[in-house]
């Protein structure tokens, strides 16, 4: 049997490679070290990669097996996400620190190897251990497979647009600073466009992206938000983009004159250069969906400047004011996914397991004579389900899935929350009967193919807040999105089930739901979790088990031999 499978396998490739270029391997080699940066009016020591900031684009076609061989010369505990990567069981190369591996120490090195298939687009690559995303990430694009292309007119340039944020200080002390008084760490002192803040800042005229381009000609806009903390609104000045795909999913053909991008998402946006020859300043500024939460009230911007022009006073796009949630929401919710399209997958129509999980702020109680900066005299914290996730530190979660090993996770994580209360009433935020969860290491265990619908519920302890839900190993359809309570009856006739936008990350409107769905067809371990970096460590995450299927080819491979000990 085997051997008849075998070769019909090779017939099969023989015959595609025949018509398309045939898949190769892509290899990379990342040298993770300090590297002097001047921003600001300062110098700043970085970690980056290969001496770059940001970090390299990658650029692989669909199919491609990708091989990226990372060595540590940071001083730091590092790994590395592949961010909207399925990694069809090859989830030892997903990277969240202590999820999927233990960290690669200093001096140290760990050879990451996926195939990407099934999905073209925009994606990124980030550092997926405490802070060190600030400044390590790049770009990972997915061309279709030639002869292949986009599913729109083929654009005659492409462009990635890393948004980010800088500070003027070290960021590993900042977030150190932060976690030991339990408060929120400092603001960044800029926004950037692929690591410039633009002349809006000090001294930084001449740290400004400048995008060239010729009349009538069409720019492929890759927009990553790569910022820790920020929801952005990004614009062009006189200029309207078409947005053709989210998160490497393709969308129908949606018109905008500003895109709103949450951290951890991605913008695929034609330029069409169709306005008088000129220049013109594309900005980005802060969507702060929280009533009063701190956050840095600047304005990075970079410019667009057309072939022949001669003027150099380019004209500023107004931007949108920084609460302006419902031009956040319009852009969240109005566009659709292209059915039919590229890698498109319908939304199941029956569903297996059914959750419900509340997203939000929590309280964690001060030690006895601790020093606290957080609400109340407290530390902050946050939850899903009201179980804080806290990471194990013995042994990553997928290694303990794998040999079998007990004591590092439970698999008691709700499929609904404890304790039902008025959950967008913002009577409750001080409710000191609700504010405090406890900490776990808690999965939800998921058979082989089941399909999952969740209802992501944002609550008002201490605030209302949009939260960035990214989903590791999967894309998910969202179905459908409102404010308030999301309630079982008159809510579920929304849902969308048949053009819903595909995603990884669903930025859950503030005070309000999302319903999402996905099939669990990859097994291992799913890391769920705020892309707000400062949530991560207070615990606004948690897991999927997803068990082995039923024959070799859907069972989990053992691990690479260098996958880092802890
Ligand atoms: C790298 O920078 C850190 C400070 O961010 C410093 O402690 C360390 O010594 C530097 N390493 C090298 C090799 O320069
Ligand atoms: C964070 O901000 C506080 C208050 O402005 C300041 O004292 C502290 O030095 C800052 N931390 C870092 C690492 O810059
Ligand atoms: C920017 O660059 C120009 C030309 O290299 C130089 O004359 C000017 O001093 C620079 N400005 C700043 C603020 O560094
Ligand atoms: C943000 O800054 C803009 C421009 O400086 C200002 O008009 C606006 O009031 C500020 N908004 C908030 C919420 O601080
Ligand atoms: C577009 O967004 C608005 C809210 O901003 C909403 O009322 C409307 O239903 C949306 N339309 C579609 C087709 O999603
Ligand atoms: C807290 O401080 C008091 C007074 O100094 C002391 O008696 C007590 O032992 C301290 N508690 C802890 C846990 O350190
Ligand atoms: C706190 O919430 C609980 C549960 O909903 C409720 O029973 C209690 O009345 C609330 N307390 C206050 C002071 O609102
Ligand atoms: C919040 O509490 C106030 C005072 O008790 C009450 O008047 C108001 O109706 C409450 N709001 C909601 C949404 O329950
Ligand atoms: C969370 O769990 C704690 C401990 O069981 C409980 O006191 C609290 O009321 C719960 N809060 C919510 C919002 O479920
Ligand atoms: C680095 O990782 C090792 C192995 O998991 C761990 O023992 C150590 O505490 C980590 N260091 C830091 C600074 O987190
Ligand atoms: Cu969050």
Redesign the pocket.
């Known amino acids: 049997m085997a051997h008849h499978w075998i070769s019909i396998a090779c017939a099969l490739v023989f015959l595609i490679s025949s018509s398309m270029a045939s898949a190769a391997v892509v290899e990379h080699s990342f040298h993770v070290e300090n590297l002097t940066v001047t921003r600001l009016c300062k110098k700043q020591v970085i970690n980056a990669v290969n001496g770059k900031f940001p970090g390299p684009t990658i650029e692989v076609q669909e199919g491609d097996t990708l091989l990226v061989r990372v060595l540590n010369k940071s001083p730091h505990n590092l790994t590395i996400h592949w961010h909207g990567i399925f990694q069809l069981l090859s989830g030892w190369a997903d990277g969240p620190n202590m999820i999927t591996q233990c960290p690669i120490p200093p001096g140290k090195t760990f050879t990451y190897k996926f195939k990407v298939i099934k999905q073209e687009g925009t994606l990124w690559w980030h550092a997926h251990v405490s802070v060190l995303r600030a400044t390590v990430y790049g770009a990972l694009i997915i061309q279709p497979r030639s002869p292949k292309s986009f599913p729109f007119p083929k654009p005659d340039h492409q462009v990635p647009i890393l948004l980010g944020e800088w500070w003027n200080a070290d960021i590993i002390q900042l977030e150190n600073e932060a976690l030991a008084v339990g408060g929120g760490p400092n603001n960044s002192d800029a926004y950037t466009i692929n690591g410039l803040p633009g002349d809006l800042y000090p001294c930084s005229q001449n740290h400004t992206f400048k995008l060239n381009v010729v009349k009538g000609k069409t720019y492929l806009l890759r927009i990553i938000n790569a910022a820790l903390n920020n929801q952005l609104f990004f614009k062009i000045a006189n200029h309207k983009m078409t947005v053709v795909a989210l998160d490497a999913a393709y969308t129908n053909p949606f018109l905008t004159d500003v895109v709103v991008v949450a951290p951890g998402q991605t913008v695929d946006a034609l330029l069409h250069a169709d306005q008088p020859i000129g220049s013109y300043f594309m900005a980005a500024s802060p969507y702060a969906s929280a009533p009063s939460v701190p956050f840095p009230n600047t304005t990075t911007r970079g410019v667009v400047v057309y072939d022949g022009a001669t003027t150099l006073a380019p004209l500023m796009p107004p931007m949108p004011a920084p609460h302006d949630t419902?031009t956040a929401?319009?852009f969240y919710?109005?566009i659709t996914g292209l059915v039919g399209g590229p890698h498109w997958v319908p939304v199941p129509t029956e569903v297996d397991e059914r959750m419900f999980v509340t997203i939000g702020l929590n309280l964690e109680p001060c030690q006895e004579n601790a020093t606290c900066q957080g609400p109340n005299g407290q530390r902050f914290s946050a939850s899903m389900n009201n179980h804080s996730f806290q990471s194990p530190t013995t042994l990553s979660m997928l290694q303990a899935f794998f040999f079998n090993v007990d004591g590092i996770f439970t698999d008691d994580f709700p499929d609904k929350p404890p304790v039902k209360f008025d959950f967008t009433n913002t009577n409750n935020s001080n409710n000191m009967s609700l504010l405090f969860a406890p900490k776990t290491t808690s999965v939800k265990k998921l058979k082989f193919n089941s399909r999952v619908e969740m209802v992501l519920q944002n609550t008002a302890l201490l605030t209302i807040e949009n939260h960035p839900m990214h989903l590791h190993g999967f894309n998910f359809h969202v179905l459908a999105q409102g404010f308030g309570n999301y309630d079982p009856v008159r809510d579920r006739k929304k849902l969308n089930l048949v053009n819903p936008q595909a995603r990884n990350t669903i930025a859950v409107p503030v005070g309000g739901w999302a319903v999402i769905r996905f099939i669990a067809n990859n097994p291992g371990v799913w890391f769920m979790h705020c892309h707000l970096d400062v949530h991560l460590p207070w615990g606004l995450a948690a897991a999927f088990v997803v068990e082995n299927g039923p024959t070799p080819w859907t069972r989990l491979p053992p691990p690479p031999r260098d996958l880092p000990k802890c």
């Open positions: 419902p929401h319009h919710t109005n």
